[in-house]
T-cell receptor, first 114, second 114 residues
């Protein structure tokens, strides 16, 4: 079975400051790793994913995450946040095969302060 | 990616009544659909896995007679909460997959049982 730990439930940060949202996972099998973003009263949107290959993955809106196998981590970073980045961020894992459900962390609420 | 809709987006019902939630994959042949439940300020928890044309597989602790899932076609799955009680109030989210790692999420349905 897989599990995901997001150590920070809330992260306040000033606009244009850098941010890191931490995610650690455990699994006895190889996994795929994901970050999802959820805006209030909306469903989840895929932010970025790691399947294989380069351990650094990037999204179109400036977020990036790095897969670290030895530390079993997949931390999310952004060098300069915007007010519009305020949302709930979920780290998730699945077994590296198709049709498998996601196991989510508890989420981190990112609040960007003007 | 696939477009997934859920109907209704919000529903309020009285205790003891049943509520049906629809999940539609508008442009995607969804061989598998997942139903998740999200309590306020908490993560998504998998309730059941639904494969088209077969019975759903429920997670431990989820009552199959209370949460009836039907996946009659490749584009539609329904979740019926029978004899709803206030503790069933939650945000219900479906996701669809066509056999790969990629999951596409619906916008969610907020159920409030009074």
């Amino acid at each position: 079975a897989q599990s995901v730990t997001q150590l920070d439930s809330q992260v306040p940060v000033f606009e244009e400051a850098p941010v890191e949202l931490r995610c650690n996972y455990s699994s006895s099998v190889s996994v795929y790793l994901f970050w999802y973003v959820q805006y209030p009263n909306q469903g989840l949107q895929l932010l970025l994913k790691y399947l294989s290959g380069s351990t650094l993955v990037k999204s179109i809106n400036g977020f990036e995450a790095e897969f670290n196998k030895s530390q079993t981590s997949f931390h999310l970073r952004k060098p300069s946040v915007h007010i519009s980045d305020t949302a709930e961020y979920f780290c998730a894992v699945s077994k590296n095969s198709g049709n498998t459900p996601l196991v989510f962390g508890k989420g981190t609420r990112l609040s960007v302060i003007a | 990616g696939a477009v997934v809709s859920q109907h209704p987006s919000r529903v309020i019902c009285k205790s003891g009544t049943s509520v049906k939630i629809e999940c539609r994959s508008l442009d995607f042949q969804a061989t598998t659909m997942f139903w998740y439940r999200q309590f306020p300020k908490q993560s998504l928890m998998l309730m059941a896995t639904s494969n088209e044309g077969s019975k759903a597989t429920y997670e431990q602790g989820v009552e199959k007679d209370k949460f009836l899932i039907n996946h009659a076609s490749l584009t539609l799955s329904t979740l019926t909460v029978t004899s709803a009680h206030p503790e069933d109030s939650s945000f219900y989210i479906c996701s669809v997959t066509g056999g790969s790692y990629e999951q596409y999420f619906g916008p969610g349905t907020r159920l409030t049982v009074t």
